[in-house]
């Protein structure tokens, strides 16, 4: 919330509005007096990083009746604001879209009891509202993700990492696949009769597999199939009673709402209150009021209350135990994490083998995320009944012979794991193709599943070419794009991306915070990302970076004498501290050190300089809970293409594929997850530079810029799109 307070707030001040924070909600509104205050640039320095909301939130039982609405419009008259830019979940929206279509009618009331004057009322006749979703459950149709619900998530991990059980829908839902829980209790889906009998079975297995622990998550509100609340305590005296396992019980509760806000949460907040305050500012009397949802990467405005209405229709469809329209209503992706996850934890291994035999390899730098793909591509294959290998140190462990068959146990505890489990390597396939071919064709490999970083998909295409001179390579190939530099061609997101960021986040705003309380002082923070830009963006835009420069964006000493004098100002104010963020490769000439000489130079006697390179820390750790979900959904759904291309292929005994479309990459592109052959983007890649010619994310680089106060022209922005909701609409990727 403290991101989206402060992005409204600057972009606010940006385009020469007067800004007003309203402290403790609707109750601070009602109330008025010092709970209404002129907000400046600074106001809202340093928050970013800071957990829950800087200006307060209450429930206020006077904005529920008519009366306290009146007290709310004379207090916003008296102070000129006639636009209103509300975060919270759908009550506080619903209760702003009522405040709204009673606007006029409360002005006249005022003027009618001598409280503000006709002239007053007609100089406020409009009042403009915009909604963003701040809500950790992620229950709101419309929007891909609301604020809030990634740091839960976060939290939520760190909690099941150490120990077992949480709560709450979404949450539930996508800490259930993060987790590689046993079982998992949801509202939307209550469990068959039996599910008793059931869970024990299953648990007994896992045990018998060699398995030390169960994970079994209740989302807040579980229910079996006549209504019957289902409590961790009951199931917690059933697994004792059955089967005399040692159990425990966690009830997360607000931890979930601690902490420090994600990156994702940061960068999502920021782009949703720019976005808020531009739909504001283009707002006209026929304009609806509207929410700011998150669409795939785009921003756009959907109309409030068909929100408000199509959120209300899941919670009706489950109370008259409609479940299978309740989840279809959540969101295709809310649908697709369920069924994955049933997938991967109530399935058994085939009864009968297929004729297909996979492997599966690491390649390029370690990428946090690739053990949870290679672990939920086993179990699904296995569940296909095909022959799984794992190859160990990539395409040279494929040269070597390093392969072994894999079985469901052998991946047991792998979706946590930062790191490649298997091993990876930089080896390319043209430094020992023939050995490769040898192997493919000693363990008749039929399907190749590569997941690394741009060597994967290189090396991929290097093997597509060579299959006209060998015939064994005439196989289904696919690469799961991994690597903390998103630098892969054919998708949106690459593995290990996410987790990435967060870490060099946490490493900046604890570089930030060392400054406290000290003089003036500038960091040049060095990233990793090869040519690629986007760790440092995206970084530079979660901890406020007064710059990032990034090879995609050229610039010259022109533009660095600019940047050290917009610094020199800014430390003339009450601001302390500096942040620079340079990509490792992003120019030839000016280093990280020539940078910490030129602002060192430039600012003497007003700033001192520090230099922090944050090196191979960007790779290390436990994934996120993005990239443990990306990653589990990316390996099911590679290996079940795999399988159907395979089985189009099969034919006599054999595979014979040599169809561009039998060797691709699979990836995020907008909201759909995409097979994009690797013939086609070899078109649009930059190799020199290992690059995709064209990256969305640039895009981002004119809000980091806003954000830092560089006075840019507005005709740049490019502003979201107004859309209508509708059920077939809410088809979204959720989650991803």
């Given amino acids: 919330m403290n991101a989206a307070v402060r992005a409204v707030t600057r972009m606010g001040i940006y385009v020469g509005a007067k800004v007003f924070l309203i402290y403790e909600g609707y109750e601070g509104l ?64 619903t209760g702003a879209d009522i405040f709204r279509s009673e606007w006029g009618e ?61 709560a709450q829908r979404y949450l539930a839902l996508v800490s259930g696949l993060a987790s590689g829980a046993d079982w998992l209790f949801i509202p939307e889906s209550p469990p068959e009769d039996g599910w008793e009998d059931l869970m024990c079975e299953r648990l007994g297995e896992t045990r018998s597999r060699g398995s030390r622990l169960n994970i079994i998550i209740i989302a807040e509100g579980a229910i079996d199939r006549s209504g019957k609340p289902i409590s961790s305590n009951y199931v917690k005296d059933l697994v004792v009673q059955r089967l005399g396992f040692d159990t425990r019980v966690t009830v997360l509760g607000h931890v979930q709402r601690g902490g420090t806000p994600s990156a994702f949460d940061r960068v999502l ?32 405005r959907l109309p409030l209350m068909e929100c408000v209405q199509v ?17 279809q209503l959540r969101g295709r992706s809310f649908e697709n994490n369920w069924n994955i996850y049933k997938l991967l934890a109530h399935q058994k291994p085939a009864q009968e083998k297929s004729p297909f035999s996979l492997a599966i390899l690491n390649v390029g730098a370690p990428a946090a995320g ?44 792998w979706l946590g794991r930062g790191g490649s489990m298997l091993g990876t390597k930089r080896t390319l396939p043209k430094t020992c193709m023939e050995k490769i071919v040898e192997n493919v ?63 060099a986040m946490e490493s900046c705003d604890r570089i930030k915070q060392s400054a406290s309380g000290t003089k003036r002082r500038v960091f ?108 589990t959904k ?15 292929v099969y034919c006599k005994g054999r595979v014979f594929a040599n169809s561009d479309d039998s060797a691709c990459v699979i990836g995020l592109r907008k909201k759909v997850v995409a097979f994009s052959p690797v013939t086609e983007l070899k078109k649009v890649t930059d190799f020199e530079h290992r690059l995709p010619q064209e990256q969305w994310w640039l895009n981002l680089r004119l809000m980091l810029k806003m954000l830092a106060n560089y006075q840019i022209s507005l005709t740049e922005y490019i502003s979201g799109k107004m859309e209508h909701v509708t059920r077939r609409t809410l088809s979204i990727e959720k989650g991803f």
């Fill in 524 to 631: 040049i923070v060095e990233t990793m990302g090869g040519y690629c830009g986007y760790l440092s963006t995206v970084t530079g835009i979660a901890v406020g970076a007064d710059a990032a420069y990034v090879y995609e964006d050229p610039f010259t000493i022109h533009d660095l004498k600019a940047n050290v004098e917009h610094l020199t100002d800014k430390m003339k104010t009450d601001i302390q501290r500096g942040l620079v963020l340079r990509n490792e490769k992003c120019h030839e000439h000016y280093t990280t050190e020539f940078l910490y000489n030129l602002y060192s130079s430039e600012g003497k006697g007003i700033f001192d300089c520090r230099i922090n390179v944050l090196g191979h820390l960007q790779q290390g750790g436990a994934p996120t809970p993005f990239d443990r979900n990306y990653g």
């Fill in 441 to 503: 064709r000693k363990f008749n490999i039929q399907g190749l599943l590569v997941i690394g970083g741009f060597e994967a998909y290189e090396g991929v295409l290097q093997l597509v070419e060579a299959r006209g001179q060998y015939e064994e390579l005439c196989i289904i190939m696919c690469v799961i794009p991994a690597t903390i530099s998103n630098n892969v061609p054919g998708t949106d997101f690459s593995l290990g991306s996410d987790t990435a960021v967060n870490a």
């Fill in 311 to 327: 959120t209300k229709d899941v919670q009706k469809a489950m109370d008259e135990k409609r479940f299978e329209e309740a989840i």
């Fill in 370 to 413: 690739m053990n949870a793909a290679v672990r939920s591509a086993v179990r699904i294959s296995i569940c296909q009944g095909h022959t799984i290998y794992a190859v160990s140190d990539g395409f040279e462990g494929l040269a070597k012979g390093q392969i072994r068959e894999v079985g469901w146990h052998d991946v047991a505890g």
């Fill in 634 to 648: 990316l390996g099911v759904k590679a290996v079940l293409w795999m399988s159907e291309k395979l089985e189009e």
């Fill in 106 to 166: 409360l002005l006249e009331e005022l003027v009618q009891d001598g409280q503000i004057s006709k002239e007053l009322a007609q100089e406020n006749s409009r009042l403009n509202i915009v909604g963003l979703v701040g809500s950790i459950d992620n229950d709101f149709c419309g929007t891909d993700m609301t604020i809030g619900t990634d740091s839960a998530l976060h939290r939520i991990m760190e909690v099941i990492d150490a120990i077992t059980t949480t």
């Fill in 269 to 300: 907040s920021s782009k949703m209150g720019m976005e808020a305050v531009m739909a504001l500012l283009e707002a006209t009397p026929d304009t609806p009021a509207c929410v700011v949802s998150l669409s795939g990467n785009q921003s756009v």
């Fill in 30 to 93: 009602v109330e008025g007096g010092d709970n209404i205050k002129q907000a400046n640039w600074l106001s809202v320095s340093n928050i970013i990083q800071l957990g829950g909301t800087v200006i307060g939130s209450a429930r206020c039982k006077a904005f529920t009746t008519r009366a306290g609405r009146l007290r709310a419009a004379r207090n916003l008259v008296e102070h000129g604001i006639t636009n209103l830019c509300v975060i919270g979940g759908d009550g506080s929206l």
